[in-house]
């Protein structure tokens, strides 16, 4: 098949962690075409992106830019989408994902691919709030209602926030790892980074097959004291939990998330929610994506890939 002839997959988000891992295995099974959106182009990772051999289009993810967006989805077969992180009280993330969507539409995309996150306001009854998953559930709604083909994927949570957000301190001679869940509560892990792009790759291979699905990416379900006795391990670094799953516990560690009282609703609400009803829905089968990728990181795997020893990181775009 030559290039031309490749179906060209539009990747927004492109230089996310998600969408990263998606450009690249697109690029790397020789199946597809993809032309990559980004915000700016001589960013290093939109750079990197275009070194792989992805088309790069320079078009924020932001509201009024409807025609800027079908001219980057014309020609594309298919979509990736996934809407960029929205720090509440700011309430754009659900008319985002929708002018997404209409605009793929518009342009003629057969298939779309959306990130998407559980509806935690419809499922705890308004008790719990987490925007960050209950925009995304609605523009999973709203995409169900537009005529085009169209699946979601479902991230558990990512490792790399231990990494990022909630790094870990020095206390003495040992690390502490504030974490936002109890000690012994065993919630589902990811790695966006490594395993999103396989299960993208399969559902554009085989769109018929997954039209209507809503698949969980999976990389371990463990919990915050298990993550602990494996960083010992595997590091041979002295290292214990602390609690950062109450506000108290929060505020303690990160005391500069104080600041934005919305943000501390959102993170108790989220953590709260997957404690008390469950990350996934039980609907869900959440081995389904190891299957299909069993080289999909664990936490011990991501700890050895990554050589992370308790430093802080940024992950870019």
Do not use: C
């Not at 992805?54 to 967006?69: C, M, S």
């Not at 929708?98 to 298939?111: C, I, N, P, S």
């Not at 085989?206 to 602990?228: A, C, F, Q, W």
């Not at 050895?304 to 775009?317: E, L, Q, V």
């Amino acid at each position: 098949m030559s290039i031309d002839n490749k179906p060209l997959i539009a990747v927004t988000g492109a230089t996310s962690k998600q969408g990263r891992s998606v450009v690249a295995t697109l690029l790397a099974s020789q199946r597809f075409r993809v032309r990559a959106f980004t915000r700016r182009k001589d960013s290093p990772e939109a750079l990197r992106l275009a070194k792989l051999g992805a088309e790069i289009a320079t078009v924020p993810l932001e509201l009024g830019r409807q025609k800027d967006l079908v001219a980057a989805f014309k020609g594309a077969a298919g979509a990736f989408l996934m809407t960029p992180p929205i720090a509440p009280p700011e309430t754009s993330e659900a008319p985002l994902g929708r002018q997404l969507a209409d605009a793929a539409v518009e342009a003629g995309v057969k298939h779309i691919v959306f990130s998407t996150l559980e509806n935690v306001d419809k499922i705890t009854g308004g008790t719990k709030y987490a925007p960050h998953f209950t925009d995304k559930a609605r523009v999973a709604d709203y995409i169900r209602g537009l005529p085009v083909s169209h699946s979601f994927i479902m991230l558990a949570f990512f490792y790399t926030n231990l990494l990022e957000y909630y790094a870990p301190r020095m206390e003495g001679d040992t690390l502490l790892l504030p974490i936002y869940l109890p000690e012994d509560f065993a919630a589902p892990f990811v790695d966006p980074l490594t395993a999103t792009g396989p299960v993208v790759l399969e559902i554009f291979s085989h769109p018929e097959r997954y039209n209507g699905k809503t698949l969980p990416i999976v990389g371990d379900i463990i919990s915050p004291r298990e993550m602990v006795e494996t960083f010992q391990r595997v590091t041979g670094r002295k290292a214990e939990y602390r609690n950062a799953f109450t506000r108290e516990g929060l505020l303690t560690y990160f005391p500069e998330f104080a600041a934005n009282e919305f943000l501390v609703r959102e993170i108790l609400g989220m953590v709260e929610y997957a404690v008390e009803y469950g990350y996934f829905g039980k609907e869900h089968d959440l081995e389904w994506s190891r299957r299909l990728a069993p080289e999909t990181l664990n936490w011990e795997q991501f700890l050895r890939t990554s050589g992370w020893r308790g430093d802080k990181r940024s992950f870019g775009g």
